[in-house]
């Protein structure tokens, strides 16, 4: 799959695609950035990870150009994106969560619409093949499927052959075969030299899709790296295996090294972190054995995304 993006007048790869440096972005007494230094690098998936509140929303928006720094700087494509705000939007896609369309218009009407404000669109047919949208062409907005949807706002965002897109929660509300379907053309648009900047609450999209990873919260970068960096840096090997719910862990805390801590990390999911070597497998199996319990799905890994952030972020709900 190709998406025939042109690259013309892309950036010289060794400037910075996206840069934030200082950023602060306050509303009255909440500092939603704080600080912030971001960069995104041509032809470069990156995904911009946090909780509900930790200021994803309004860096995406001041990249965008839906508002201004308190105080440093941001440049997109080596514009201010609030001062050339006009200048910027013939070069970037944009992803909305909810499409924006008015709702008693046709899928294709809509496609059609925005590809007419480009000086050099993308076949909107093609686009509604590519994404599995053309027998959905005549079907109004409102009577789409949430997974249609998103796919529609996908197709609108790289209609005008972008240089740079933003996709919020790119796959939200689509089955498998949809998600696979926009995860391929995201990997598509990275090898024709489109940098894209995803927003994602699925760990699973953000490991599969980022080159880079960069976790906020309250505003601040609390990690980044590549998805291997991010899930490995400061990390022990962990022991992983599935058995019935709600174990009784007191002999196994007991039995292993010090500094071990079992826990279930969802029902029927247990999770022992530390170094993992032969004799901790060996003592797990045999709690196993002693108290009756077959576990399966046994293997030893570094830690997941998920758990990552959920350590660095908290987990409580926001």
Not at 150 to 166: H, K, S, T, Y
Request: charged share 20%; net charge negative.
């Amino acid at each position: 799959m190709t998406t025939g993006t042109s690259k013309a007048g892309a950036v010289r790869a060794t400037q910075p695609v996206v840069r934030l440096q200082g950023v602060v972005k306050r509303f009255g007494a909440v500092t939603a950035v704080d600080g912030l230094d971001l960069e995104v690098q041509q032809s470069q998936v990156l995904a911009l990870l946090g909780p509900n509140g930790a200021g994803k929303t309004t860096t995406v928006e001041m990249c965008e150009g839906f508002g201004a720094p308190d105080a440093g700087e941001v440049r997109v494509l080596g514009l201010d994106p609030t001062k050339d705000s006009a200048a910027l939007r013939a070069r970037i896609g944009v992803m909305l969560q909810g499409g924006g369309a008015y709702p008693g218009s046709r899928a294709g009407e809509m496609l059609a619409l925005v590809a007419s404000y480009s000086a050099n669109p993308l076949s909107p047919d093609w686009l509604l093949r590519t994404l599995g949208l053309l027998d959905a062409a005549k079907t109004p907005y409102r009577r789409l499927s949430g997974g249609q949807q998103q796919r529609l706002a996908l197709a609108c965002a790289l209609v005008g052959r972008p240089e740079l897109v933003f996709l919020d929660e790119p796959t939200a509300g689509m089955d498998t075969q949809g998600r696979l379907l926009v995860w391929e053309l995201i990997d598509s648009l990275r090898r024709d030299g489109v940098t894209v900047l995803l927003t994602t609450h699925m760990m699973d999209e953000a490991e599969q899709l980022a080159d880079e990873l960069v976790i906020i919260d309250h505003g601040k970068v609390v990690a980044s790296g590549t998805p291997a960096e991010v899930t490995t840096r400061g990390a022990d090997g962990q022991l992983r295996f599935s058995a019935p719910p709600n174990l009784d862990l007191t002999l196994l805390v007991t039995a292993l090294p010090e500094g071990f801590e079992p826990r279930e990390s969802s029902p029927g999911s247990y999770l022992i972190q530390g170094d993992i070597n032969p004799q901790v497998l060996a003592t797990v199996t045999a709690w196993c054995a002693r108290i009756g319990v077959l576990a399966t799905d046994l293997r030893v890994d570094q830690r997941r995304l998920e758990d990552v952030f959920l350590d660095l972020t908290g987990r409580e709900l926001r």
